[in-house]
């Protein structure tokens, strides 16, 4: 699939912004200098009280043939993105960092207490500067949802009993591509923490954003949450009237 650059920008360290995408569209987030974590929240442009669910992402999805479903600890190429409704904004079409999935999609942002709790004294957190590039558009701060936090290294250690925080695995022009499954308001904040924990191994960077276009895209209706599940059901061949085989 060859996409065109419909729109770009350089997101400067500690700033945040927004883009509009339309569907089909695919946003391409690039670590221009590596270990960067980008978080990002996202919302369905025509009704924005629908929003992104981290746990959703991870845990609603099919199956592979011959495989049982496990709840996910992350989301990689080839995975949906999905809103509260449980019906997917964007789909994870490339990512070019090793290992993929390398992403923080179990824990909200980095805000003010995270700051001020770990003695850095008060200052913004992506919770903030999120809240910040949302209200324009009448979006609450109460109404940001747990975020995808992008290249973040965040991975569960059965030893010590919790999340660690590690430097980021992304080298310098490492990217990830979502494709709109239907038109989106997104907020991206270039994570501001360089004193606290390793999210971005201590220096803040710079992030390419890109708008492409693919010019094959043919626009799809955007079905409601159970027609669309339906359809799903249906492409696999799979009876909705079926036990179930949990
Ligand atoms: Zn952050």
Redesign the pocket.
């Known amino acids: 699939m060859v996409t065109l650059i419909a729109e770009e920008h350089v997101l400067a360290p500690k700033a945040a912004m927004t883009v509009e995408l339309r569907q089909g569209q695919v946003l391409r987030v690039t670590d221009l200098e590596g270990q960067q974590?980008v978080?990002m929240a996202v919302w369905n442009l025509h009704n924005l009280r629908e929003k992104l669910s981290t746990s959703y992402s991870r845990t609603r999805y099919f199956p592979p043939e011959g495989q049982s479903f496990r709840p996910r600890m992350t989301v990689q190429q080839g995975d949906w993105v999905m809103s509260g409704l449980c019906r997917p904004l964007m789909t994870i079409l490339t990512e070019t960092a090793d290992p993929p999935g390398t992403h923080g999609v179990h824990h909200r942002?980095?805000n003010a207490f995270f700051y001020a709790s770990h003695g850095a004294g008060i200052r913004d957190?992506?919770f903030e500067q999120l809240a910040a590039v949302a209200a324009p558009y009448g979006v609450p701060a109460e109404d940001i949802p747990d975020s995808f936090d992008i290249f973040q290294n965040y991975p569960y250690d059965v030893d010590a009993e919790g999340f660690l925080v590690k430097d980021p695995v992304t080298r310098p022009g490492d990217y990830i591509e979502f494709r709109a499954e239907m038109d989106l308001l997104v907020a991206l904040?270039n994570?501001?923490?360089d004193e606290v924990a390793a999210?971005n191994a201590f220096h803040c960077t710079s992030t390419g954003v890109q708008v492409r276009d693919d010019p094959e895209w043919v626009a799809r209706p955007v079905l409601d949450p159970r027609e669309w599940l339906l359809e799903q059901l249906r492409v696999r061949g799979i009876d909705p009237l079926g036990a179930a085989h949990v």
């Open positions: 974590v978080d942002m980095c957190g992506c904040s994570c501001p923490d999210a």
